[in-house]
C-alpha cells in the first residue's frame, strides 16, 4: 500500500507556507514491470480512490496503442468511479461532518451504504452497463441513505433547490441532518464566505501533447501550473449547479459554498445511479506520443492525470515511466488554492484553527496534513 504522506501548512502573521512528504514519485515502482502486472497491482496499492486510479492508467495503456475503448466498457468504468466518489462523500459527511459538528457519526448507515455499493459493483461487473433491472433496489436503498441522513427530504428534490430562499428554509427543517447541522454551523458562526479567493479552475480539456511535454520534467508533478496558474481540481471546479452558482454570486468560492458543491455532486452522482447515457464519445482519448500516454479520471478530490511511457523487451510491454499528477499537488501548490483561502483569514482570530481546519477539509479532505501556527 502506497502512503498518501503528510503534508504541513504553518500559519504565521507573515503568511501562509506548505511542504509536503507525500510519496509523489512512487509510482516509479511501476517502472521495469509489464503493462499487464502493472495494471493489475495499481489500485491495490493506493489507499484513497484505488478504481480512479485504475481508470486513468487504463486510459493511459489503451492511449499508447490508440486503443479506442468500447462505450460500454466506458460506461461501466464511470459508473465504478462514481460509486467510489459517493463513498468518499459519504465518509467524509456521514463520519468527518459529524464529528465536526459534534454529532454522533453515522457508522450503521455508512456500513448499509458500503455493503449495498458493494452488491451493486458485483452487478456492475457481471451484467451488461444497459441493464439497470439489478441495480434498482440498490439505487433505491442508498438514495434512502441520503434522504434521511443527509438531505432530510427526497434528494430529488433537494436538488431542485435554486435560490437562497429555498436554501434558507431547507436549513431549518425539522428532520436535522448532519449536513443541515454543518451549513448552520457555519451560517451562524459568519464563516458563509470564508477562505473566498481567487483561484483558477484547472480547465476540462488539456492538451495530452502538453501535458506530455510538461510531464516530461521529472519535478512537474511536484508543483504543477498551467498557463503559469496553480490550478483548482476539487468538486467546486466540476460542479454545475444551480443552487451553487446561486451561492457563489453571494460568498464566492468561500465556505459555505464548497460544502454545498460536495453535497450537491453527491446528490447528482446518486441519481444518476440507475440511468444509462444515451451517448457516449467513443473518439480516442488522451493521444500521446508514441510510446508515451496520459490517462486521466476525475476522482473524489479532484482531477488524477497518469503519464506512461512503455519499450518492448523480449516481447513484452514494459513500464519504462510511470508519474501520477493526484489533485492534491495542485490544490496544495505553495501557491495554490488551499494557501490563498487560508491567507485571507484573520491569523489572530481565536478560533483559527477551527477556521483552518473546515477550509481545508473542504478543499481536500481526503490528504493527511499537520497543520501549525507560530
Request: with cysteine; proline share 5%; charged share 20%.
Amino acid at each position: 500500500m502506497i502512503s498518501d504522506g503528510a503534508i504541513t501548512i504553518s500559519l504565521n502573521k507573515a503568511g501562509v507556507s506548505i511542504h509536503s512528504n507525500r510519496p509523489i514519485h512512487a509510482s516509479n515502482i511501476f517502472e521495469g514491470k509489464t503493462v499487464t502486472e502493472t495494471l493489475q497491482t495499481l489500485p491495490l496499492l493506493f489507499s484513497v480512490c484505488g478504481q480512479a486510479q485504475s481508470v486513468a492508467a487504463q486510459r493511459a495503456c489503451e492511449s499508447i496503442a490508440n486503443i479506442i475503448p468500447d462505450p460500454l466498457q466506458e460506461i461501466t468504468r464511470e459508473r465504478i468511479v462514481a460509486q467510489e466518489t459517493i463513498r468518499e462523500h459519504c465518509w467524509r459527511i456521514l463520519l468527518g461532518w459529524a464529528a465536526l459538528v459534534k454529532q454522533t457519526p453515522e457508522q450503521k448507515s455508512m456500513a448499509l451504504l458500503l455493503s449495498t455499493q458493494q452488491h451493486y459493483l458485483k452487478h456492475i461487473n457481471h451484467s451488461k452497463p444497459t441493464d439497470n433491472g439489478n441495480y434498482d433496489n440498490d439505487s433505491t436503498t442508498i438514495k434512502r441513505i441520503l434522504n434521511k441522513k443527509i438531505f432530510g427530504i427526497p434528494t430529488e428534490e433537494w436538488l431542485s433547490i435554486a435560490d437562497i430562499s429555498q436554501f434558507e428554509e431547507w436549513l431549518k427543517i425539522k428532520n436535522i441532518t448532519v449536513a443541515t447541522e454543518m451549513l448552520n454551523f457555519i451560517q451562524q458562526s459568519g464563516w458563509n464566505n470564508l477562505g473566498s479567493c481567487r483561484s483558477q479552475p484547472l480547465p476540462t480539456i488539456l492538451s495530452s501533447e502538453r501535458l506530455t511535454r510538461l510531464m516530461e520534467n521529472p519535478l512537474y508533478i511536484e508543483q504543477p501550473l498551467w498557463d503559469g496558474e496553480p490550478c483548482e481540481s476539487t468538486p467546486l471546479t466540476r460542479i454545475h449547479s444551480p443552487l451553487v452558482e446561486t451561492l457563489k454570486e453571494n460568498y464566492g468560492n468561500g465556505l459555505i459554498v464548497r460544502q454545498v458543491a460536495r453535497l450537491a455532486e453527491l446528490a447528482q452522482l446518486v441519481i444518476g445511479m440507475d440511468k444509462t447515457p444515451s451517448t457516449v464519445d467513443s473518439t480516442p482519448k488522451n493521444i500521446g506520443e508514441i510510446g508515451s500516454g496520459i490517462g486521466r479520471a476525475q476522482a473524489a478530490r479532484g482531477e488524477l492525470i497518469h503519464h506512461v511511457k512503455i519499450d518492448e523487451k523480449e516481447g513484452k510491454e514494459i513500464i519504462k515511466k510511470y508519474q501520477i499528477l493526484a489533485p492534491t499537488e495542485w490544490n496544495f501548490h505553495p501557491e495554490g488554492v488551499v494557501a490563498a483561502s487560508l491567507k485571507t483569514l484573520n491569523m489572530k482570530s481565536p478560533t483559527i484553527f477551527e477556521e483552518a481546519t473546515l477550509i481545508i477539509g473542504a478543499i481536500d479532505p481526503c490528504v493527511a496534513y499537520n497543520l501549525k501556527y507560530k
